[in-house]
C-alpha cells in the first residue's frame, strides 16, 4: 500500500516538474510549440503515465491521468521560409499509372473546391465533385467583390513576401500558425500568374501592369480586383479548368447532391452519403480520400451576408465523426454592409470593403442628431475611426472597424430609420478625384446600392452597418489540411487555417485558391501513396451502411414531425441569439445565458418542428437537417468563445478591455487555438489545444492607432 503512495506521489512530483519546465519554456518563447512526440499521430489518448519527448526539438508533454492535447501540425522543419519547399521536397508521390486507380471525393465547387478538383484530375486521379447549387459555379465565392491579395508589389510600395506574412499574422492578431501564414504569403504571387493565364480580367493600369487597391489593415496596395466581381471571375477560371477535366473523363460532377453524412471505417475517410436534392434518392460514394471544401458558416446568425443555402452540415457532420473544430467562435463581421431595415429580410448585403480606399466613415458628434447628412458641418461629424486610429484610419481591420461602429451606435449615434448605421462618405473623394474616377473605380457597387435604397451615393453618402460575414473558425487541419480524420482534408472557408482570430480583406480568396491549386495537390497525394497499396473500402463495407441508416433515420424524423413551427423560425431565433449574445461582443453572462437558451431551443425543434412536403425536392426538409446542425455548432460557439478569457481579433470578450474600450489579449494563457472533440449530443464537447509558437514575429499588442 505504502509503495503505491510513494510512487504516487513521486509521479506527482514529477508532474509538477515538467509542468513547470513546460511553462517555463511557453514564458521563454512566448509560447509553445505544436509539434509533438510521434510523428503522424496525435498524443491527445488517454494517458495513465508520463512521458517527456521531443520532436524536432520541440516538447511534447502527458501528465498522470489528464489530457494534454498537443495536436500534431505536423509542420516541417528548417526555416520559415524554407518550410514549404522542405515539404515539397519531401512529399510522397503517386506515379503517374497508378494515380488512375485512386478516386477522391471533392465536397464543394467553389474556389477551393474547384481548384482542387481540377489539380487533381490534371495529375489523373478520378474526382467526383459534388454541390449543392444547381451548378458548381453558383458557389457562394461568386459573392466575392473586392479583390484578392498577392505580395506582387507591382505598386513599388513596400511590399514583400514577409510583409504580407506579417500583416496577416498581425492581423489575425497572433492567433494563426505562422508557418501557413507565411505559406499563403509565399504562394500568392503564383496564384496571380495562374489566374491571369487562365484568363481572369484582373483590372490593369494604363500601361498594362495589373493594377492594385488596399484592404484594411494594411498599408500597401497588394489587393488585385476585376471591378467588383473578382471572385466570380476567378470562381470561371477554376470552374473551366474542372469542366475541361470533366470532358476528359476524368472529374464526374454532381449537381443539387448534397453530403449528410461522412463514411469513416478503420479510421480513415473513406466515402460520404449524398442525398439528391431533386429525386430525394440516398447516394453512397467511395473514395480514397474525402476532401470537405464547402465553405463558411456565418449564416447561421440567419442574417448575414452569404446566401440562405450556405451551411455547415457538412463540416458538423464531420466533426461528429472525429474531426476536431477549431476556433469555432472566430467570426467575422463586415463593417460596410446594409444595414437591416425590418424584420422581412432573410440576407444583409455587402458593400465591398474596397470603398473604405475612398470613403470616409462617420456619426453625426450629437447623438440623436436628426438632420441630413449635407446639413451636418463638418466639425459638428465624428469622423471615429479617423479619431481613433489615426495611423489606419477608414482602413482599419474589419473586427475593429465593426466594433467602433457597434459602439457608437449604442452610445445612440447611430442614423437610419433603424438607427443601426454610420455614414460611408465619398463626398471629399469625389470632390478631389472627380465622380468619373470614383465610377470608374466603384460604378457596380454605386449602381446595386441605388438599386436597394434608391439613393445614390455619388450625391448622399452610403448607410452601413457590421453583419456576419465570415468564419475563421472551421475543421481543424495540420500543415497537410488533413483534418484529424484520416484521408479527410478541409480546404478554403470550411478550414480554420491561415486567418487566426480575425481575417485581412481579400485573404480568404486567396486561401481558397491556395489551398486548392496548390497545396491540396501535394499534400493530397502524400496521402494516397500509401494508400495505393491497400484496397479501396466498398460502398457494402458496413460502415456504409450504418451512415446511410443514419441519414435515412434522421430526413424520416423530420418528415413524421408533427410540430407547428418551421425551420426558418429556429434559424431567425438562433441567429437572433448569437448575434446577442455571441456576436460582436460576448460576455460570460451573456454565453453562459445562451447556451442554456440553446439547449431549450434544441428541445423545441426536436418536438416542435413542421415539415411540409415529401421527401423529394423539399427545400423545407433540406432546411431542417441544416438548423439542426446550427443548434448544434452554435452552442459549440458559446462554448469556445467562454473557453477563451481575453479578447483577441474578432473575440471581443467585454471582461477583457481597457477604459478604452481596446482588446486585451492573453498570451500567458490563451496562445492557442482551441480544437473541439465531439462528445455525444448530451455531453459537454471536449477542447483540445494546439499551442501556437512564434519564431519569427514577436508577439506585440495589435495597435492601428
Ligand atoms: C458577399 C461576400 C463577399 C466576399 N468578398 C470577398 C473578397 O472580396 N475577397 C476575399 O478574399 N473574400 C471575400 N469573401 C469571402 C470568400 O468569398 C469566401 O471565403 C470564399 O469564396 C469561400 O470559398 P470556398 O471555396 O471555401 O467556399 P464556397 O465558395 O462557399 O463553396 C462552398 C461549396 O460547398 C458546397 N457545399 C456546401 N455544403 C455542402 C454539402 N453538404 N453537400 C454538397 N455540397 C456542399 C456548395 O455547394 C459550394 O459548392 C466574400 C464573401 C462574401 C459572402
Not at 496525435?42 to 512521458?51: A, E, K, L, Q, S
Request: with cysteine; net charge neutral; hydrophobic share 35%.
Amino acid at each position: 500500500m505504502w509503495y503505491v503512495i510513494i510512487y504516487e506521489v513521486a509521479l506527482l512530483g514529477l508532474g509538477f516538474h515538467l509542468l513547470h519546465g513546460f511553462f517555463q519554456r511557453s514564458q521563454d518563447t512566448g509560447c509553445i510549440s505544436s509539434q509533438i512526440c510521434e510523428a503522424g499521430k496525435n498524443c491527445g489518448v488517454d494517458i495513465h503515465h508520463h512521458h517527456y519527448c521531443r520532436f524536432y526539438g520541440h516538447a511534447c508533454l502527458h501528465l498522470l491521468n489528464q489530457r494534454i492535447m498537443i495536436l500534431d501540425a505536423k509542420i516541417p522543419e528548417g526555416n520559415l521560409a524554407d518550410k514549404w519547399d522542405n515539404y515539397k521536397a519531401h512529399a510522397k508521390l503517386v506515379n503517374p499509372a497508378n494515380r488512375k486507380k485512386l478516386d477522391i471525393i471533392v465536397v464543394g465547387t467553389g474556389l477551393a473546391g474547384a481548384s482542387c478538383a481540377a489539380s487533381l484530375a490534371e495529375q489523373g486521379y478520378n474526382v467526383k465533385t459534388f454541390c449543392f447549387q444547381d451548378s458548381p459555379r453558383r458557389a457562394h465565392s461568386v459573392a466575392a467583390q473586392g479583390g484578392v491579395n498577392a505580395a506582387k508589389n507591382y505598386k513599388n510600395d513596400g511590399d514583400s513576401v514577409y510583409r504580407m506574412f506579417y500583416d496577416t499574422i498581425k492581423g489575425g492578431d497572433f492567433r494563426s500558425r505562422e508557418a501557413n501564414v507565411y505559406r499563403l504569403a509565399e504562394c500568392s504571387a503564383a496564384l496571380i500568374d495562374l489566374a491571369v493565364a487562365q484568363g481572369v480580367p484582373f483590372a490593369r493600369e494604363y500601361g498594362g501592369y495589373l493594377n492594385n487597391r488596399s484592404f484594411g489593415g494594411v498599408q500597401v496596395s497588394r489587393t488585385f480586383y476585376a471591378r467588383g466581381q473578382t471572385g466570380q471571375q476567378l470562381l470561371l477560371g477554376a470552374y473551366q479548368a474542372m469542366m475541361r477535366q470533366e470532358s476528359l473523363g476524368r472529374v464526374k460532377s454532381y449537381s443539387r447532391h448534397e453530403m449528410l453524412e461522412l463514411v469513416v471505417a478503420d479510421g480513415k475517410a473513406v466515402g460520404i452519403i449524398t442525398r439528391d436534392l431533386v429525386t430525394g434518392e440516398i447516394e453512397r460514394h467511395a473514395a480514397n480520400a474525402v476532401v470537405l471544401a464547402t465553405g463558411g458558416y456565418g449564416k447561421i446568425y440567419y442574417l448575414s451576408t452569404l446566401a440562405m443555402g450556405c451551411n455547415s452540415s457538412a463540416i458538423w457532420r464531420a466533426h461528429k465523426k472525429g474531426a476536431h473544430m477549431a476556433g469555432v467562435s472566430w467570426i467575422q463581421f463586415h463593417p460596410t454592409c446594409l444595414p437591416q431595415s425590418g424584420e422581412h429580410q432573410s440576407k444583409l448585403t455587402l458593400m465591398s470593403e474596397s470603398l473604405r480606399n475612398d470613403g470616409r466613415i462617420w456619426v453625426p458628434g450629437k447623438a440623436g442628431d436628426d438632420r441630413q447628412p449635407v446639413d451636418i458641418p463638418e466639425e459638428e461629424r465624428d469622423y471615429y475611426l479617423e479619431r481613433r486610429y489615426p495611423a489606419f484610419g477608414n482602413l482599419s481591420p474589419r473586427d475593429i472597424s465593426s466594433r467602433a461602429a457597434k459602439e457608437r451606435i449604442d452610445a445612440g449615434y447611430g442614423i437610419g430609420p433603424m438607427k443601426n448605421a454610420v455614414y460611408l462618405d465619398f463626398s471629399k473623394a469625389i470632390k478631389e478625384q472627380g465622380k468619373e474616377k470614383i465610377k470608374e473605380k466603384y460604378g457596380n457597387l454605386f449602381t446595386m446600392y441605388q438599386k436597394i435604397n434608391g439613393v445614390s451615393a455619388y450625391e448622399q453618402p452610403m448607410l452601413i452597418s457590421p453583419a456576419a460575414h465570415f468564419t475563421m473558425g472551421g475543421l481543424w487541419v495540420d500543415y497537410q489540411l488533413m483534418t484529424t480524420i484520416p484521408g479527410l482534408f478541409a480546404l478554403g472557408e470550411a478550414n480554420f487555417s491561415d486567418h487566426g482570430a480575425n481575417r485581412l480583406g481579400a485573404n480568404s480568396l486567396l486561401q481558397a485558391c491556395v489551398d486548392g491549386y496548390f497545396i491540396a495537390p501535394y499534400t493530397i497525394p502524400n496521402y494516397l501513396a500509401d494508400e495505393l497499396k491497400l484496397k479501396k473500402t466498398d460502398i457494402d463495407h458496413p460502415a456504409f451502411e450504418e451512415a446511410e441508416a443514419t441519414v435515412r433515420k434522421q430526413l424520416q424524423d423530420f418528415l413524421q414531425h408533427k410540430g407547428t413551427l418551421s425551420a426558418d423560425h429556429f434559424h431567425k431565433t438562433l441567429g437572433k441569439l448569437l448575434y446577442d449574445k455571441c456576436g460582436l461582443s460576448r460576455s460570460r453572462e451573456s454565453l453562459t445565458e445562451a447556451i442554456a437558451t440553446i439547449k431549450q431551443l434544441k428541445a423545441s425543434f426536436s418536438k416542435d418542428l413542421k415539415i411540409t412536403g415529401d421527401n423529394k425536392n423539399n427545400s423545407e426538409l433540406e432546411k431542417a437537417g441544416r438548423i439542426a446542425d446550427y443548434l448544434e455548432l452554435g452552442e459549440l460557439m458559446c462554448y469556445d468563445a467562454l473557453a477563451r478569457e481575453e479578447s483577441c481579433g474578432a473575440h471581443f470578450r467585454e471582461e477583457y478591455q481597457t477604459p478604452e474600450g481596446e482588446a486585451i489579449r492573453n498570451d500567458e494563457e490563451f496562445c492557442f487555438v482551441s480544437a473541439w472533440e465531439w462528445k455525444g449530443s448530451n455531453n459537454d464537447p471536449e477542447m483540445h489545444k494546439e499551442p501556437l509558437v512564434f519564431e519569427n514575429v514577436q508577439l506585440t499588442v495589435r495597435s492601428y492607432k
